[in-house]
């Protein structure tokens, strides 16, 4: 599990300190997150979803950007997204090392044992709390991807037999994607 560390009261600008270590350190609210590199399987969906959702995305003018890229919503608060979608005009245009996280269309999260309760808590309501649009979490184990849509109370669950229906423009036909067949890559 992502381990809180002490009280750590700094800003997202100290995670710039930290030397390079394979750990993915992040900050919600001045408390400091570390967790351990992700698994081969957890890398290979992360490939599988960006292969899926980057032709659809830039035929959109979305970017679709992998970890790891840091993602700001306060000087106070920086994670770090398994992979993300946001405006590719506003993506090439960045100076920084990191994105704003008021710029997300999409956040997906691919949970590890280390990182699920961090995930599925904290990141998901920061996430929503910042008006990111969707919010995917992927339970490899189980096979099942939850969609939290901003505004919405409850997420829909949905299992390797459905189809995902991402459609981030309401003009442009959704993207489907085959669960079955996602999940399927990682056998």
Do not use: N
């Amino acid at each position: 599990m992502a381990q809180r560390a002490q009280a750590w009261p700094r800003t997202a600008d100290d995670l710039d300190d930290i030397p390079p270590d394979g750990k993915r350190y992040e900050i919600i609210d001045g408390e400091l997150y570390v967790s351990a590199a992700p698994s081969i399987r957890h890398q290979l969906m992360l490939c599988a979803l960006s292969a899926t959702l980057r032709p659809y995305a830039a035929s959109l003018g979305l970017a679709i950007l992998t970890a790891p890229l840091d993602v700001r919503a306060s000087s106070l608060t920086q994670v770090e997204p398994d992979l993300l979608a946001l405006p590719r005009a506003l993506a090439v245009g960045l100076l920084t090392r990191w994105a704003p996280m008021s710029a997300l269309v999409l956040a997906i999260e691919v949970l590890s044992p280390s990182t699920a309760t961090v995930d599925r808590g904290r990141k998901r309501e920061l996430y929503m709390a910042e008006g990111v649009d969707q919010y995917w979490i992927v339970d490899l184990s189980a096979q099942t991807i939850e969609v939290w849509a901003a505004g919405a109370d409850d997420p829909v669950a949905l299992t390797a037999a459905d189809v995902l229906r991402w459609q981030p423009v309401a003009s442009v036909a959704p993207l489907g994607i085959d669960l079955g067949a996602l999940f399927g890559e990682l056998v």
